[in-house]
Structure formats: structure tokens, C-alpha cells
């Protein structure tokens, strides 16, 4: 089995409930930002994205939100499914046009 | 299929062997870039590409030498294969520089 990713922060939620993934980017001039859900053993998938001159975007069952001021980031899955168990990475892109990936959280849905 | 596709998904190898991991996309795109992703799901860019002309150099060791014959291929050389390289490798492309797709991932474990 895998070990790797144990220490990750873990969020669990229960399927049918909504979910929240917070992140904090570091970067006051970052631009554009990007959620990525990584399942195991496959590399990380487009969830959305947001540019720094918008609050708020949603997609279909997402809305990811960001806040300026404190230079927060949060994803917001809404009925949480199964699938949805996976890895989520936010990455912010700053003035060197590269993306800096946060840490990752793990998202645990119970039935 | 549409996709980035990367070769060979699992590489063995002794420690001091050199070897190579490809990736191809036929997505379009005019950016390719390699990403180091750690036992802990760290991912760190490590190079990128634009139509065929290094962008980005991390401060990667030059036993890492990335080889671009063409916009739709990126491959990753590695020498003198080190324990501390065993991580899963990710090849990624873009075609504006936001939205990256990333391939499947090449595991690397060095004995």
C-alpha cells in the first residue's frame, strides 16, 4: 500500500455533505490561481481556476473563492460524493510565471 | 486519446545508472514542463519549455538534462542516478501558460 501522503492534512466529510479545502498562498502579486484533485497512483486534474481581478467562480458541484486582503483560497465541493476522495492541490502563479503548489489536502468521503 | 502521455510509468534502476522518461502531448500546446513530486506529494517544477526553448531552470542538479526535439515532446535525461531522485516525475503542458494538464506520472526508484 502507500505510505506516502500520511501527513498530509486530512479533511472527512460525509457523502451527501458539502466540503471546504482552505488554502493560504504566499504571494500578494500572484495573479491566477488553480485547483487540481490528484486520485492515486495518476497525476493532478484541472478543477478550476480564478483570476486575482475576480471573488468568487463556480463550476459544476465547485466554487472556488479567493480573498485578497488575507490571501486565502478555498475550494467548495458541494454533495460530496465518493469520487471525489482524493488530493487537492491549490497553486497560485506569481511574477515568474510558474506555478507554486500548496501542500495538498486529503479528502476523505465516508458513506 | 487527447492527453499528455509520459513512458515508462514505473523505472527501477541501480543507483549511478543513467535513464530517460519521455513525455508527449498532442494536445497543441506550446509549453511543456517536469515537476518532482516527493514522498510527502510535494510538487516542485523543475523545467519548462516553450516551443522547443528552456523557460524555466529550477535549481536543479545538472545530472537533470530536459531535451525538447519538437513543441510536442519533453523528456527528461537523468545521470549518475542519485537515492535522494526516487520520487514520482510528472510531465505537464499548457497552452497559455495558465491551465496546466498533467500526464500520468513515472514513478523512479532508485536502488
Known amino acids: 500500500g502507500e505510505s506516502v501522503g500520511l501527513h498530509l492534512p486530512t479533511l472527512s466529510v460525509q457523502e451527501g455533505d458539502n466540503s471546504i479545502i482552505n488554502c493560504a498562498y504566499s504571494?500578494?502579486?500572484?495573479?491566477?490561481f488553480i485547483w487540481y484533485k490528484q486520485e492515486s497512483g495518476k497525476g493532478p486534474q484541472f478543477i478550476i481556476d480564478?483570476?486575482?481581478?475576480?471573488d468568487k467562480r463556480q463550476g459544476q458541484r465547485v466554487t472556488v473563492l479567493l480573498n485578497k486582503t488575507v490571501k486565502h483560497l478555498s475550494l467548495q465541493i458541494a454533495a460530496t460524493q465518493p469520487g471525489d476522495s482524493a488530493v487537492y492541490f491549490c497553486a497560485e502563479r506569481g511574477q515568474t510565471d510558474k506555478l507554486i503548489f500548496g501542500t495538498g489536502t486529503r479528502l476523505q468521503v465516508f458513506p | 486519446d487527447t492527453a499528455v502521455s509520459q513512458t515508462p510509468k514505473y523505472l527501477v534502476t541501480q543507483m549511478g545508472n543513467d535513464k530517460s522518461i519521455k513525455c508527449e502531448q498532442n494536445?497543441?500546446?506550446?509549453?511543456m514542463y517536469w515537476y518532482k513530486q516527493d514522498s510527502k506529494k510535494f510538487l516542485k517544477i523543475m523545467f519548462s519549455?516553450?516551443?522547443?526553448?528552456?523557460?524555466i531552470n529550477e535549481t536543479v542538479p545538472n545530472r537533470f538534462s530536459p531535451k525538447s526535439p519538437d513543441k510536442a515532446h519533453l523528456n527528461l535525461h537523468i545521470n549518475s542516478l542519485e537515492l535522494g531522485d526516487s520520487a514520482v516525475y510528472f510531465c505537464a503542458s499548457s497552452p497559455t501558460g495558465d491551465t496546466q494538464y498533467f500526464g500520468p506520472g513515472t514513478r523512479l526508484t532508485v536502488l
Open positions: 480564478i483570476r486575482s481581478n475576480m
Open positions: 504571494n500578494s502579486a500572484s495573479d491566477y
Open positions: 519549455y516553450n516551443n522547443k526553448e528552456l523557460i
Open positions: 494536445l497543441g500546446h506550446d509549453t
